[in-house]
């Protein structure tokens, strides 16, 4: 039952240890025991430590990192396929970890859906009725399963295809089969672990404009599960970075590439196109007062590449920057947008301009 004062989501204080006695290991995480040792020296694998996230109410989290650092662990938790050795997952204020048996599956059922790589369709049952899956454990009736099922094929490009099977579809039909399933449930929270990731570099392309664009309409509460900084940095509201079982870093796309937390996340970092995810307000000349007249502006919050665009189809040596309510703050040129795309991070944070924005 999805409902529009649904709350998102918060973690809190969670570790997972695998391993045939985890519990005590915890405190020895807690006073810095490492991954390492606490698989050499106790043969118990760090899963999780201590991971702290809040989402609001429809936003897409991203949770970004290696092979091996604990994304599909952590997305895991959300609807308690995997149960914590410590710490709380709060869905819209309820505790998942506490849920008894009934709470847990009526949960599962209502409130979250899941999106996966290998797509899981079933392969001697059609389109429609592959996107139907769910309702028929809801309960719903034919017609109604129906309906709701045709409705979001449509939405995700699939009307016409709904007698076909699986097999004489392409891997990104099959991921729209597999989102028009997860949608068709109405709930609030969408999880999709790595999702995209088996998908050919313009099918995904594609497949995340088309999660961009029903997101403006069903704001759902998305984690999204990704190892590619692009992906990450396009889709994510929040990005947060793990790495063994930590996360190292959580902010926007935009605090990410500026300002890299260390050098795990500088080198996931390094080779983005910066002119994407930086919005023009971190490299403009703050305003003076008096200069502005009217004329051409840009508003503040765009990005360096449309910009970019802006400028170069006009004549202007400077184009002003607005704020919401159209008052100036800034000024641009193309030398200052071409810096920005070119410079390191390290030189792009020294200037003052950024102390505004980060
Ligand atoms: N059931 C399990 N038993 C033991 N170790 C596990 C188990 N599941 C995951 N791990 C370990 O936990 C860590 C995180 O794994 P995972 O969450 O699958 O990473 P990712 O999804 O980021 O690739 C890895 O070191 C992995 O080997
Ligand atoms: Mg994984």
Request: neutral net charge; aromatic residues 4%; charged residues 25%.
């Amino acid at each position: 039952m999805a409902d529009h004062h649904f709350g998102g989501i918060k973690i809190r204080h969670l570790y997972k240890i695998f391993g045939p006695n985890p519990k005590p290991y915890v405190e020895a995480v807690q006073k810095g025991l490492s991954k390492t040792e606490l698989n050499e020296k106790h043969g118990h694998v760090l899963g999780l430590s201590d991971i702290n996230i809040e989402i609001p109410s429809g936003c897409i989290q991203v949770i970004m990192g290696l092979s091996g650092s604990g994304k599909s662990t952590l997305i895991r938790h959300i609807n308690r396929l995997i149960d914590p050795t410590a710490g709380e997952v709060l869905v819209d204020g309820v505790d998942v970890v506490k849920m008894d048996e009934a709470e847990l599956r009526a949960f599962r059922r209502h409130q979250t859906a899941m999106v996966f790589q290998k797509f899981a369709l079933l392969p001697h049952r059609n389109v429609l009725d592959n996107t139907m899956f769910g309702l028929e454990v809801q309960g719903l009736d034919r017609e109604k399963r129906v309906d709701t099922a045709m409705r979001w094929l449509d939405r995700v490009g699939l009307k016409g295809f709904e007698k076909k099977y699986p097999n004489q579809l392409s891997g990104g039909m099959q991921q729209r089969v597999g989102l028009a399933r997860a949608l068709s449930n109405d709930a609030p929270v969408l999880l999709m672990d790595e999702a995209y990731s088996a998908l050919d570099p313009l099918i995904r392309m594609d497949m995340q404009s088309v999660l961009l664009d029903l997101q403006k309409e069903i704001k759902k509460t998305i984690v999204f599960i990704t190892h590619d900084l692009d992906e990450a940095l396009r889709l994510g509201d929040q990005i947060a970075i793990l790495r063994d079982g930590q996360v190292i870093q959580q902010g926007t796309s935009q605090e990410i590439v500026l300002k890299p937390a260390d050098e795990y996340v500088a080198n996931f970092v390094r080779e983005v196109n910066r002119g994407r995810v930086v919005h023009v307000d971190a490299v403009m000349s703050p305003h003076q007062s008096g200069a502005y007249h009217g004329g051409k502006s840009i508003p503040a919050g765009t990005t360096i590449e449309e910009a970019m665009r802006v400028l170069v189809s006009g004549s202007d040596e400077d184009v002003f920057i607005v704020g919401k309510t159209g008052e100036p703050v800034g000024t641009v040129n193309l030398r200052q947008l071409t810096r920005a795309m070119v410079n390191s991070h390290e030189e792009l944070q020294a200037r003052p301009a950024l102390a505004g924005v980060l």
